[in-house]
Nanobody, 114 residues
């Protein structure tokens, strides 16, 4: 069974930083663009940041200038550096391909207190 394993979440105060990591199977990582998604309570899951097949990056407007997606091809791992966190960033964060495949992991909880 294909598994995506997210880690790095936690409880932080507004203005602080977190770095999320996602380890993906090599077959998924090498042949797909990867992205980060989040789902806040009572809201639909949304794309936060992603690579495109062309190698560029996309960010949802609310995180531009604060979040940075990166990857390590040698480790089949994608990262999300989150700086200047806000309470509105509180959500469960998931990684997946871009566009998504039906292989969602457990996600990692990010909670930002004011």
């Amino acid at each position: 069974q294909v598994q995506l394993v997210e880690s790095g979440g936690g409880l932080v105060q507004a203005g602080e930083s977190l770095r999320l990591s996602c380890a993906a199977p090599g077959g998924i990582f090498r042949f797909n663009a990867m992205g980060w998604y989040r789902q806040a309570p009572g809201k639909q899951r949304e794309l936060v940041a992603a690579f495109t097949r062309g190698g560029t990056t996309n960010y949802v407007d609310s995180v531009k200038g604060r979040f940075t997606i990166s990857k390590d091809n040698t480790k089949n791992t994608v990262y999300l550096q989150m700086d200047s966190l806000k309470p509105a960033d509180t959500a469960v964060y998931y990684c997946n391909t871009n566009p998504t495949l039906p292989i969602w992991g457990q996600g990692t909880q990010v909670t930002v207190s004011s």
